[in-house]
Each structure stands twice: as structure tokens, then as C-alpha cells.
């Protein structure tokens, strides 16, 4: 093999292709490293990443509660009146930014963020371009 004209015949990447065994093993090799890099987490470990996003304490009005999980969009400037809700409970931004007005005090809220709902006089606006989403797990008590 000539280092100023490499011949292409002695090339690694020639012989890899030239032998369709050691093209599949090649893939599969490199699809077996991304599957285990993936598969890694922030912290070094293989397996479930958990993150926990909220903890607060409830008394329940009663031993029998309703617990629901509500999807809500707001299109893009949409605002709600304000309004209760039957229950407490945490709140989920999926996508977009809200501004949420609760018992006076106003906050914003963007993707990945998790706030606490009171079931106190409130107000939610979409304050971003594009249309919103929001999940509700409320905690009802089964009348």
C-alpha cells in the first residue's frame, strides 16, 4: 500500500463492506452501542430514570376521593375565567407557558414544570405563541 495513493482494496472500510459478515456484525455492533448508551442515565447507571417533580401533603375531605387525570388545551392567547376546581392537586405543563393566577398571586409556568393547584379562585392564560397543554390530577371527594 502506497501512503500517498492508499489503495482502496486495503482499506478498513473496504474489507468491513466486502464481507457480508463483518457488515452485519458491524451494524449490529454499532446499533448494540447505541441501544446500551441510551439505556444509561445522568447518573451512570443502566435502567429507569426517576425524577420526582412534586411532594405535598393532602388532607382528604373524606376516606372516599375521585382522583382524575384531566388533559387541557389552550389555544394560542386563550385565557380562562376565573374559576374553581372540584379538587386540589398537582398540575403538569406538557407543552407551551402559562401564566396561572391563584388567590392573588401570579406565577409562570413552562414545559416540565409542575405546580400545585389550591381549588382556590384562579385564572390560566396562554402567554406563549403556540397552543398549550396542561394535566390535572385532581382529588375529588366521592360524595
Do not use: C
Not at 104 to 110: A, D, F, I, L, R
Request: glycine residues 6%; proline residues 6%.
Amino acid at each position: 500500500m502506497n501512503p500517498q495513493n492508499p489503495d482502496l482494496k486495503d482499506s478498513l472500510m473496504h474489507k468491513i463492506v466486502t464481507s457480508r459478515y463483518r457488515f452485519f456484525l458491524a451494524v449490529v455492533l454499532l446499533l448494540l452501542l447505541f441501544v446500551i448508551a441510551e439505556a444509561v442515565s445522568a447518573d451512570g447507571k443502566p435502567g429507569l430514570i426517576r425524577t420526582q417533580l412534586m411532594e405535598n401533603t393532602v388532607e382528604l375531605p373524606s376516606k372516599s376521593v375521585n382522583a382524575k387525570v384531566i388533559r387541557v388545551t389552550f389555544p394560542p392567547a386563550f385565557k380562562t375565567p376565573q374559576h374553581t376546581h372540584e379538587g386540589p392537586g398537582p398540575r403538569y405543563v406538557v407543552k407551551g407557558k402559562l401564566k396561572v393566577t391563584e388567590d392573588g398571586k401570579v406565577n409562570t409556568y413552562s414545559v416540565g414544570e409542575v405546580f400545585w393547584e389550591s381549588g382556590k379562585l384562579m385564572a390560566v392564560e396562554n402567554v406563549g405563541s403556540e397552543t398549550a397543554e396542561l394535566i390535572i390530577f385532581e382529588l375529588v371527594s366521592n360524595h
